[in-house]
C-alpha cells in the first residue's frame, strides 16, 4: 500500500524544480560549448533550450508548490498512534525516587535584624515658619504658559531661517 503522507503538491513541485534545475543546466553547458564537444550541434540548443527564462520559471513556480505544500502540511497535522513496544524491543523501567521519610525537618533559620529608623523630623506650623526661605531650597516650577501656533510656526521659521 502507498504512503499516505505523500503529498502531490510538494511533489509536483519538486519534479518543476528539478526541470528548472536541469534547463539551466543545458543552457549554461551549451553557452560554454561543452555540449558541442560531446557531438551535439549548436543549433539544436538555439530554440527551445536557447533562453533560461522558462527555466527560471519552472524553478520559481516549483518553489512556490514546495511551499504551498509545506504550509498545508502544517495546516493538517496528521495523528499519528503512539509506537507500541514489539517482541525484540526492551522497556526500560520507570525508576521512581521518593522523598525518604526518615530525613530531619532543616532547622529554622535565624531570625532576620530589624532595621531601626529614626524619628522623623516635625513639620513646623505655618506660624513658626521663618520669613526668609533658605537658600538650598528651589523655587517652586511655575509651568510656562502654552504658546500659540503664531508662536510656534514664527520660532520654526527662525530656527530654520526661512523668513515669512
Do not use: H, Y
Amino acid at each position: 500500500m502507498a504512503d499516505q503522507n505523500i503529498n502531490p503538491v510538494g511533489c509536483l513541485g519538486r519534479v518543476l524544480t528539478i526541470l528548472g534545475t536541469l534547463w539551466l543546466g543545458f543552457v549554461v553547458l551549451a553557452g560554454i560549448g561543452v555540449l558541442s564537444d560531446v557531438g551535439v550541434r549548436e543549433g539544436f540548443f538555439a530554440g527551445a533550450f536557447g533562453s533560461a527564462i522558462p527555466g527560471v520559471l519552472l524553478l520559481w513556480a516549483g518553489r512556490v508548490l514546495r511551499r504551498r505544500a509545506r504550509t498545508m502540511e502544517a495546516k493538517i497535522e496528521p495523528v499519528a498512534p503512539a509506537p507500541v513496544p514489539g517482541p525484540t524491543e526492551k522497556r526500560v523501567p520507570t525508576i521512581r525516587i521518593e522523598s525518604m521519610q526518615t530525613e530531619t525537618p532543616p532547622s529554622p533559620s535565624p531570625p532576620l535584624p530589624t532595621i531601626i529608623k529614626p524619628a522623623p523630623k516635625p513639620v513646623p506650623s505655618p506660624t513658626e515658619t521663618p520669613a526668609v526661605e533658605p537658600a538650598d531650597l528651589p523655587p517652586p516650577l511655575v509651568p510656562p504658559e502654552p504658546k500659540t501656533s503664531r508662536q510656534l510656526i514664527d520660532e520654526a521659521r527662525k530656527k530654520w531661517g526661512r523668513p515669512r
